[in-house]
């Protein structure tokens, strides 16, 4: 019984270390705890969305006019992609595609070019137009999406805001206005979901496990704590016009995590859309640009989002307890802490993926690397004071809440 003291962090070395505090291992256990709750709580949440997204009916004389939007900086290899999935939509209803390109040289406009005057696609019209002005506050996109939402058609009664690198269904225009037309719904969003392949003695992935690892949390946060994701953002339209989220715009980074204080003023909410989740299989960039990946991340939940101190709390507790207690050699609640921090990923990936294989030895591979770079990018996006996005330096200010375009270096290639 001694040794499972001595193991657990229980024994004399571990009191003497830590005096009047609670052992370590006791701490990194009522953690464990804490994450098995916030997983719990998220399958109920999940149920519960899928249910609402199986009531709500959507027929074709109900279906609104919409909009997409698409902001667009460099040439995008998924770019095509994208534009071959919108070509083909179901949506019963007129809609249009408004692209806003950074500049008359952005190599963007090579992949836009065969798509003009085209008549075999889905959307009644293609408007495509420069980014007029770069306003010295607030990130450039966001500056985009102004200037989008200044020209929307009159009738278009739902937003559709698309990144170029994501994989959209035929009939995602159509999931996006059934969801987003719920009663009491202002805006919903899908989320990204990373499938590497699995590890072998040649290729382990480390990157690309890191970061499904990182993202199989953030999806269960994000959901919880009503984070949305701009890769898939469906808006209404009153939404736009009431004011305060082109105010968000004029000074932020990104144009997502701020929407809860403009949703709320207008009495309306935003939910999370399962049937939007998009599967990624791409391989990850190396560490070091996949950890300044990260860290932006964080930093617009930083910004804009009122949970924040949630997030970091959840980013750091977990690093910060497994130092802690491999300091006080508290051997055995770590190893029980990580098997069920595997076991916790595994439960996420039957709850968002069911039908694919559980890759138990993948999420071995990036649980410690993941947990360690998501505690050192919650610590860096807590002090950064600059920021990088596609070529663009930006200087980051607390009160109010913004970023200062510093320089742009042009698109990276």
């Known amino acids: 019984m001694a040794s499972v003291d001595w193991a657990l962090g229980f024994g004399p070395a571990a009191s003497g270390a830590t005096g009047s505090l609670m052992p370590a291992s006791l701490l990194l256990l009522a ?11 998220f399958s109920q949440r999940l149920r519960f969305l899928r249910n609402a997204s199986d009531s709500a009916a959507c027929a074709d004389a109900a279906c609104p006019d919409l909009e997409v939007v698409l902001c667009l900086r460099g040439a995008d290899a998924c770019l095509p992609r994208l534009l071959e999935a919108l ?21 963007a406009w090579a992949l836009l070019e065969p798509w003009q005057g085209r008549e075999d696609v889905a959307w009644a019209e293609l408007h495509c137009c420069t980014l007029l002005q770069r306003p010295a506050q607030g990130s ?21 805001l698309l990144d170029a690198d994501i994989r959209f269904p035929a009939n995602g225009l159509e999931r996006c206005a059934r969801s987003c037309l719920q009663p009491g719904v202002g805006a919903i969003s899908g989320n ?14 480390w990157s690309s496990w890191t970061r499904a690892v990182w993202n199989a949390g953030a999806v269960v946060l994000m959901t919880l704590l009503q984070i949305p994701w701009g890769g898939t953002l469906c808006v209404r339209r009153e939404l736009v016009e009431a004011g305060d989220w082109s105010e968000l715009l004029r000074r932020g980074l990104c144009e997502d995590t701020g929407l809860l204080g403009p949703l709320r003023q207008l009495g309306l909410s935003y939910r999370f859309e399962p049937s939007l989740l998009m599967v990624d299989p791409e391989p990850a960039q190396p560490m070091m640009p996949l950890g300044r990946w990260i860290i932006r991340q964080l930093l617009t939940a930083r910004l804009h989002h009122p949970a924040w101190p949630l997030v970091a709390f959840h980013g750091l507790g ?3 307890l ?15 802490y990580e098997l069920g921090c595997v076991c916790l990923l595994c439960w996420i990936q039957c709850l968002l993926r069911p039908q694919d294989p559980v890759r138990v030895w993948g ?10 770079v998501d505690g050192l990018a919650t610590l860096s996006a807590l002090l950064t004071r600059h920021v990088s996005w596609r070529g663009v330096d930006y200087a980051v200010q607390l009160r109010p ?3 200062v375009l510093r320089g742009d270096r042009g698109v990276e290639v």
Do not use: E
């Open 192 to 205: 990204r979901w990373f499938r590497p392949l699995p590890p072998t003695f040649g290729a382990f992935g």
């Open 318 to 320: 977990s690093m910060l």
């Open 31 to 41: 953690f464990l705890l804490g994450q098995a709750l916030l997983v719990f709580a």
């Open 140 to 160: 450039l996109k966001c500056a985009a999406l102004n200037q989008a939402f200044s020209q929307l058609h009159p009738s278009s009664a739902l937003v559709v």
């Open 87 to 107: 070509a083909v939509q179901t949506y019963p209803a007129p809609w249009r595609l408004q692209v806003l390109v950074d500049s008359d040289q952005d190599p």
């Open 322 to 336: 497994l130092v802690f207690a491999l300091f006080q050699g508290a051997w055995l609640a770590v190893l029980i």
């Open 401 to 403: 809440s913004c970023v």
């Open 363 to 372: 999420w071995l591979v990036g649980l410690l690397p993941g947990q360690l």
